[in-house]
Every structure is written in C-alpha cells, then in structure tokens.
T-cell receptor, first 113, second 112 residues
Framework: AQSVTQLDSHVSVSEGTPVLLRCNYS??????LFWYVQHPNKGLQLLLK??????LVKGINGFEAEFKKSETSFHLTKPSAHMSDAAEYFC???????????FGTGTRLKVLA | NAGVTQTPKFRVLKTGQSMTLLCAQD?????MYWYRQDPGMGLRLIHY???????AKGEVPDGYNVSRLKKQNFLLGLESAAPSQTSVYFC???????????FGPGTRLLVL
C-alpha cells in the first residue's frame, strides 16, 4: 500500500536561509507525488507535483522537489526562505490505479526574522 | 470563478444532532472529495465521488454519508454527531488526468 512519511513535524529557519522539508514515500509502483501548502486558517494549495516526467520538479513561489527513486524520497526545498513561507506543508501520494490520495501528517514551517 | 466553496464555515452541534455540509464547485470537475483534518494527522479521506450519482468510501467513512445528485455539489451528512467528529472538514475537486486538487476554505465543526 502506498504511504508517505514526513520526517519532521516542525521546521524552523531564518529568513533568507534554505528550506528543506523531508518526505519519504512507500509505493510498489511509480508514484504520483505532490506537495501542498496550507496557510493559517486557509484551504490547501498545490505547490508542485511529480507524475513520472522530469525528476526535478519546479513549483510556485520558488519551491522545488526532487524525486529520488533509490532513496524513495521527494524532499521539498527552497533556496531562500521568506516570511510568507510560514505555513504547513503536506506531502501527498496518489493511490495507484485510483484517484484517492494519501496525505502525510504535515510539517509546520516557521520562518524567523 | 469562486472555485470551491463550503457552507457553513463554522458550526457547533450537540451530540446526537444531525447536519449537512455543502460543497460546491464551479469548475465542472468530475471528481470531488471530503476530508477531515485533525491535529498531527494530516488530512484523511472520508468519501469521494468520481462523477454525478456515484460515491465511494475513503479511509474514515464511518458516521458519515454523502450524496452527489448534481455534478457541482457534494454533500456530507452526519446523521448523529459524536464528539469524535469535531474536526475541520475540507472539500476538494479535481479532473481526471490533471491530478491537481482544488480545496475549499474548510468548515470547522465542534460537537459538544
């Protein structure tokens, strides 16, 4: 069965420093993977998605993620954090053969001035 | 376009009461979903629909029912609310092959 594990429940970075949010997946098939962002008291918004094309995926607001099959990872990165990046981030995998999605437990990103 | 809207935004229920949450989307999407979000647990799928008149169970369907009588609407019902159903409920919609879910702003439900 597919699943995703977000390795950190909370991450704090200083403004202007790199962001790394870690996600490992479990899947017997080539997975479809996603990162969503949720700002406080808001709905979720898609940041980026991997659907078996290029392994380095660029998303909105300067975020990118790299699909590494050998490591079963799909970590989210950004070179320089901005205060507006403070939010909760979810790694998501689609259940193969369906249009159901499994969400990770989330990583709350705090950006310090 | 309003995107995905949810009604109501906030509700307080007493144990045993019933209510219906309404989700509406104006993007003509085929697929619609209901999730619940609880602290530390991410989003969990309650029910989903792949087209008008069809529904299916997700991970946590017990205590909920759904209906999709019109393509643009997806209703989530609680027949007899329990404190364990206190949560934030999100609706989402998407289209086949596009793989982007569009989320509503959420409904915060408190069951006393």
């Amino acid at each position: 069965a597919q699943s995703v594990t977000q390795l950190d429940s909370h991450v704090s970075v200083s403004e202007g420093t790199p962001v790394l949010l870690r996600c490992n997946y479990s899947s017997s098939y080539s997975p479809s993977l996603f990162w969503y962002v949720q700002h406080p008291n808001k709905g979720l918004q898609l940041l980026l998605k991997y659907t078996s094309a290029a392994t380095l995926v660029k998303g909105i607001n300067g975020f990118e993620a790299e699909f590494k099959k050998s490591e079963t990872s799909f970590h989210l990165t950004k070179p320089s954090a901005h205060m507006s990046d403070a939010a909760e981030y979810f790694c998501v995998v689609r259940v193969s053969g369906t249009y159901k999605y499994i969400f990770g437990t989330g990583t709350r990103l705090k950006v310090l001035a | 376009n309003a995107g995905v809207t949810q009604t109501p935004k906030f509700r307080v229920l007493k144990t045993g009461q019933s209510m219906t949450l309404l989700c509406a989307q104006d993007m003509n999407h085929e697929y619609m979903y209901w999730y619940r979000q609880d602290p530390g647990m991410g989003l969990r799928l309650i029910h989903y629909s792949v087209g008008e008149g069809t529904t299916a169970k997700g991970e946590v369907p017990d205590g909920y029912n759904v209906s999709r009588l019109k393509k643009q609407n997806f209703l989530l019902g609680l027949e007899s609310a329990a404190p364990s159903q206190t949560s934030v409920y999100f609706c989402a919609s998407s289209d086949p092959g596009v793989e982007t879910q569009y989320f509503g702003p959420g409904t915060r439900l408190l069951v006393l």
